[in-house]
């Protein structure tokens, strides 16, 4: 076994080429980048037009390759799950988006793992969070108050699935 070069880098969701950031780091330990940059994008490509970061590990002895892909920032996937083209400039007076509570589990459940929420709950909290700041309703209502509801326990049965 030789020894493990990684390059992490950020990139756009099954759009990854040979270019800067990969292909300046990735040439110089004499691997295809071609076929690191196709795993990448076979491996991101249900987070079209996201920044998603990934991590490749070569081996500089053999050349062989593994790829770790993260998961998108919680604004991404709050975009992409609320059809929105991006937060708006000013949460709190204007909304960009108005999403239901099932996609805001949806984001919670690909985040848990890095995030330090204990459960759903917490993790939908985090997630409101940002819905909060991006000026994101949810089911009609301002994320803020889906928050109130939540502590309030209405939301109770729904926060209960398991991780």
Request: net charge neutral; hydrophobic share 40%.
């Amino acid at each position: 076994m030789g020894e493990k070069k990684a390059v992490s880098a950020l990139v756009t969701g099954g759009e990854a080429n040979a270019g800067p950031p990969l292909g300046p780091s990735l040439g110089p330990l004499g691997v295809n980048v071609l076929s690191i940059v196709n795993t990448i994008n076979e491996k991101t490509k249900d987070y079209a037009g996201m920044k998603v970061p990934v991590k490749v590990e070569v081996d500089t002895e053999t050349k062989e390759f593994t790829v770790e892909v993260g998961v998108p920032p919680t604004a991404a996937l709050v975009i992409k799950e609320a059809g929105a083209q991006k937060g708006s400039g000013k949460a709190g007076e204007e909304f960009a988006a108005d999403m239901d509570m099932d996609k805001i589990i949806k984001v919670a459940k690909l985040k848990i793992d890095d995030s330090y929420a204990y459960d759903v709950r917490g993790a939908v909290k985090q997630v409101l969070g940002s819905c909060v700041s991006m000026g994101i309703k949810v089911g009609g209502k301002t994320a803020k108050e889906v928050l109130k509801e939540i502590d309030e326990g209405k939301w109770d049965e729904k926060l209960k699935m398991p991780l």
